[in-house]
């Protein structure tokens, strides 16, 4: 049996869930480094050369299908990108980070809605530009905040989309997330109905996907092209 799935009874006769002894967490508000990425917490003010750089990425994106299911419309000006990081989008208690890879800014993404008290916390607001989809240092940003979470004492990581955002449907289970079901008519986004899939991993889990996700991120893992030999599915 699953151990979340574990029971006992009460005083009463009653049926219900494991106890835990479960300690407040605390959130990241550090860096994390990893072998192809790292993520810089925004802790502030960001300066002219970062905002310089992430804006290049943001004005040169070829494919502007990658704000659709964004809460947010593409940034109009480096300024007013400048200005929604600074202010972490409006994501109220989030915690946000700036992808770097190869010392340039390719991205961001960000700890949502954290739930301290239940050891529960959401990675969101993917903006992964078009220079870093598809690539290694896009799976070791989940590894690096996965890990780092799980460390921390999460019991419970969460991944949630439009439902009708079939890539990050697809990217959440290939990153080993579980598919827990469909929150009907949850919000309304842009002047459209959403309805919100959710996904999680649980603590039970990490261990065996830590060790697949390290595998996988293994140098051994891609030839001189840096092209994966094996998919991150093959490890499963």
């Keep these: 049996m699953k151990h979340y799935l574990k029971t006992q009874q009460n005083q009463f006769g009653q049926t219900v869930g494991f106890a835990i002894d479960h300690q407040p967490n605390q959130l990241i508000k550090t860096n994390l480094d990893g072998q192809y990425v790292k993520l810089i917490h925004i802790a502030g003010e960001i300066s ?67 739930r301290l008290e239940q050891g529960a916390i959401e990675i969101g607001n993917v903006y992964f530009s078009h220079r870093m989809k598809k690539s290694k240092a896009s799976t070791e940003v989940i590894f690096l905040l996965l ?6 004492g999460f019991r419970r990581i969460e991944w949630k989309c439009d439902d009708c955002n079939a890539p990050s449907k697809a990217a959440a289970l290939r990153f080993g997330f579980q598919y827990e079901g ?54 499963f």
């Design 48 to 114: 002219d050369q970062a905002a310089n750089q992430i804006w290049d990425a943001v004005a040169t994106e070829k494919d502007a299908a990658c704000w659709t299911y964004l809460p947010y419309a593409a940034p109009q000006s480096q300024f007013l990108l400048k200005q929604d990081l600074q202010n972490l989008f409006g994501f109220i208690g989030s915690t946000h980070f700036l992808i770097e890879i190869d010392g340039e800014l390719q991205g961001w993404i960000a700890l949502l809605n954290p």
């Design 147 to 152: 890990q780092r979470c799980f460390a921390h």
């Design 182 to 235: 469909l929150f009907r008519q949850d919000r309304m986004t842009k002047g459209h109905n959403r309805n919100t899939a959710w996904f999680s991993i649980i603590d039970e889990e990490w261990p065996d996907l830590e060790k697949i996700y390290q595998q996988w991120l293994s140098p051994d893992n891609f030839d001189a092209q840096g092209f994966q030999k094996q998919r991150l599915s093959d490890f």
